[in-house]
């Protein structure tokens, strides 16, 4: 069965320092995801990405955050200028056409900044 | 997205079938039910989703009210790998999904 994957699995990284974390949503996928988890807390929305341009974003999603699909398979979020309180595991989706089509989840990259 | 409702924690005995409950009495007529299921800290698992008919696919059954305001999933035979955070989410589509608090299930041996 199709799977959206996410590397890495793990990232480790300075406060202050730049990140991107990759996905690779299923292939004929046309929607795409990011949510975020920290520690102990709920899964919350961070932004939508359809034809090359934002549809949603939240109010955690603000200027240091950034999302680029930059070829045909790829999908990553850069965050600029890490914070301690960017530690959390990073989720992506993806869903195909049609409204009411379910969102499919990879199993996350754990970032923690020190 | 519709607001919704689910008790803190379950405990289901192996094998037998786990019956979760969500109420969504705010639930708009075009809002569909879906289910996600969070293992340890892995990503959110799909389960199943429904507008106004029962669902059932090879993973749970759906049972959705007659007046929608409430929902249940139900796992015929549950394992221990079932164990997990389960939860219930009102949405008009599925591109924005709201994340509650879930119910957390504990399979028992």
């Known amino acids: 069965e199709p799977e959206v994957t996410q590397t890495p699995s793990h990232q480790v990284t300075q406060m202050g320092q730049e990140v991107i974390l990759r996905c690779v949503p299923i292939?004929?996928?046309?929607?795409f995801y990011w949510y975020r988890q920290i520690l102990g807390q709920k899964v919350e929305f961070l932004v939508s990405f359809y034809n090359n341009e934002i549809s949603e974003k939240s109010e955690i999603f603000d200027d240091q955050f950034s999302v680029e699909r930059p070829d045909g398979s790829n999908f990553t979020l850069k965050i600029r200028s890490t914070k301690l309180e960017d530690s959390a595991m990073y989720f992506c989706?993806?869903?195909?056409?049609?409204?009411?089509?379910?969102?499919?989840f990879g199993d996350g990259t754990r970032l923690s900044i020190l | 997205d519709a607001k919704t409702t689910q008790p803190p924690s379950m405990d289901c005995a192996e094998g037998r079938a786990a019956n979760l409950p969500c109420n969504h009495s705010?639930?708009?007529?075009?809002?569909?039910v879906y289910w996600y299921r969070q293992i340890h800290s892995q990503g959110p698992q799909y389960i199943i989703h429904g507008l106004k008919n029962n669902e059932t696919n090879e993973m749970a059954s759906l049972i959705i009210t007659e007046d929608r305001k409430s929902s249940t999933l139900i796992l015929p035979h549950a394992t221990l790998r079932d164990t997990a955070v389960y939860y219930c989410i009102g949405s008009g589509s599925a591109r924005q999904l709201t994340f509650g608090s879930g119910t957390q299930l504990t399979v028992l041996p």
């Open positions: 989706a993806s869903t195909g056409q049609g409204m009411d089509q379910p969102q499919h």
């Open positions: 292939s004929n996928h046309l929607y």
């Open positions: 705010t639930i708009s007529g075009n809002e569909y």
